[in-house]
């Protein structure tokens, strides 16, 4: 079984500046998919950032990178230049590779972006 | 591209009523829909993954004569919460897979209200 760990519930941050969101997991597999999540306050779940677990570069989109440690089994998400909007919950995600398969995600993390 | 869409946004019922959820992929075929249940300030929980026309997969512990799946075409899953009760109250969000890509695209999701 996969199992995602966030092991904190509630962050804030100063706007401008950055935070490090941490989530690890567990798994047997070689081939999947981990991804980072945001729900804001309307609940729609939105995408930040998805990393491919074969590929060794972290992916970064915008203001937004991972520091995908596969030996480690850890996932990390780095927001730079915090701005209001990034106030959210933020879910870890864990996906096997083959598709339509199912996602595990973590307990979330609260963030407030501190003006 | 890819928008789900949820229908409707929120209902309220009373004890004892049935109520029909619908899940639709916009402009893409969903080869797998998933239905997840979230509590306030708490993980998405997944209830069950269904595969256009096969009988929906439910995870351990959910009733599947409670929930019941239909995934009937490509673009369109439905979750209908039968006789329901105050403690079916909660906020149900669907997803959709599409071929071979590995992602999962979120509906805006539905919150139940059973008096």
């Known amino acids: 079984a996969q199992t995602v760990t966030q092991s904190q519930p509630e962050m804030s941050v100063q706007e401008a500046e950055t935070v490090t969101l941490s989530c690890t997991y567990d798994t047997s597999e070689n081939n999947y998919y981990l991804f980072w999540y945001k729900q804001p306050p309307s609940r729609q779940m939105i995408l930040v950032i998805r990393?491919?677990?074969?590929?060794?570069q972290n992916a970064t989109e915008n203001r937004f990178s991972v520091n995908f440690q596969k030996a480690a089994k850890s996932f990390s998400l780095k927001i730079s230049d915090s701005q209001l909007g990034d106030t959210a919950m933020y879910f870890c995600?864990?996906?096997?590779?083959?598709?339509?398969?199912?996602?595990?995600f973590g307990t979330g993390t609260s963030l407030t972006v501190i003006p | 591209g890819a928008v789900v869409s949820q229908h409707p946004s929120r209902v309220i019922c009373k004890s004892g009523t049935s109520v029909k959820i619908e899940c639709r992929s916009l402009?893409?075929?969903?080869?797998?829909m998933f239905w997840y249940r979230q509590f306030p300030k708490k993980s998405l929980m997944l209830m069950a993954t269904?595969?256009?026309?096969?009988?929906?997969?439910?995870e351990q512990g959910v009733e599947k004569d409670k929930f019941l799946i239909n995934h009937a075409s490509l673009t369109l899953s439905t979750l209908t919460v039968t006789s329901a009760h105050p403690e079916d109250s909660s906020f149900y969000i669907c997803?959709?897979?599409?071929?071979?890509?590995?992602?999962?695209?979120f509906g805006p999701g539905t919150r139940l209200t059973v008096l």
């Open positions: 402009d893409f075929q969903a080869t797998t």
């Open positions: 995600a864990f996906m096997k590779g083959n598709t339509g398969n199912q996602f595990y």
């Open positions: 990393q491919e677990a074969y590929k060794q």
């Open positions: 997803s959709a897979s599409r071929g071979s890509y590995n992602e999962q695209f």
């Open positions: 269904s595969n256009e026309g096969s009988k929906a997969t439910y």
